[in-house]
């Protein structure tokens, strides 16, 4: 029988990774996409059993070496740089994805000193992106890399969690997982910004965590900074400061509180003003109406009572050691990504796969998602070699 702990360390994880690249195998593959995505399944499962048991220890070892880290991130840089612009000629069709058009064109308004929200995409969407992704995408846009701002984050992602195991066996493990994300790597090439918030969210994550055994009030400043920006790039993300906050106030409780604070004035503030400027043209807002249409009455209340109940769990698991506060942000955090994600394949998709768009509902969970599993696997691959060498 699977411990409790092991559905948060592997289960969940494992399927917050694998559902969402389903939409890829429907979506592009004709012919046999369920046998496709069936062999898919099949090789994550193998991957990390064997991992586990590491038979992948002589791979692992050769991939850490710098030069071929060097090599692998050069590949991903080029690749990244003409497939991006292949997927965003497809506006010109009126295909493809606005994600990008939504950021680009936002940021490209900041720098005009104009409200961020008063165009619309190509395909006649609202800019659903909030204040606090515009300005963390910012360099991006006017240096004129957007492509690279979710391989630049992945190199973030994976080189906080080196930092925070001091193990670099965990951040190859974690860029081959992502790297394989087949849902990662389609909104990589379409220039989501969804991927670079995941890996802000795992940032935040195990920073915290961290923090809360050093006390630094820099590093805590800085967190709530960050934590601010990322809440406020998507309105349903705001409930990431208290969640945090109320994670940490057993450690820290004046950390906690001045946490709370500035992470939601730096949330609230901007938003608010350019709320102020154009009341009925703030379009994050419309994030809201869209969830009451995913998210009939019941459903909604039902996730809603999920989400507390997940906050409860991830409150017991915090107490137990900081380490698991990365955990229970992320068990408090899939309830209502999970039901925004079936109730739009459900309501809007009638179980189409092919366009199922509520997939990217997963999508900033897949870094934390990934690195439960890589940390405890090579946890797990330590345990039996010191094992071993203790039997005689």
Known sequence: ???????????????????????????????????????????????????????????????????????????????????YPIADSLKYEMRGSDQDDCIILSVKQLLQFSNPYIEESYHGNQFSCGFGILILYFPFVITGIYPLGSIIGTLFAAFSLKNITRNINVSIVFSFFIFTSFAWLELTAVGSD???????????????????????????????????????????????????????????RKGAIVFLVVSLIVAIVPSAFIYSLNPDGFAPFHLIEKSSN?????????????????????????IKSPQNIPKGIFITLLPSLSFLSFGELYYFREGNLSNWEGANYFIPLIPLAISFISINSLKTLNHKNKSEKLTP
Do not use: D
């Open 294 to 318: 995913l998210l009939p009455l019941g459903i909604k209340e039902t996730a809603i009572f999920l989400t507390l109940i997940s906050a409860v769990v991830a409150y017991r698991l915090s």
């Open 1 to 83: 029988m699977i411990k409790k702990i092991q559905w948060i360390n592997y289960i969940y994880p494992f399927l917050v990774i694998i559902i969402p690249s389903s939409r890829v195998f429907y979506k592009y593959l004709p012919i046999f996409n369920s046998f496709g995505y069936l062999l898919y399944v099949l090789f994550f499962i193998f991957f990390i059993y064997y991992l586990c048991k590491g038979n992948f220890s002589r791979i692992i070892n050769f991939l850490a070496q710098p030069k071929v880290i060097a090599l692998f991130v050069l590949i991903l840089t080029a690749a990244t740089l003409i497939i």
């Open 194 to 252: 969804l991927n670079f918030i995941g890996c802000g969210l795992l940032i935040l994550s195990y920073g915290i965590s961290k923090n809360v055994i050093n006390k630094n009030p820099n590093h805590l400043l800085f967190l709530s900074v960050f934590a601010g920006l990322l809440s406020s790039s998507r309105i349903n993300f705001l409930m990431i400061p208290p969640l945090i906050a109320f994670l940490i106030f057993k450690y820290w």
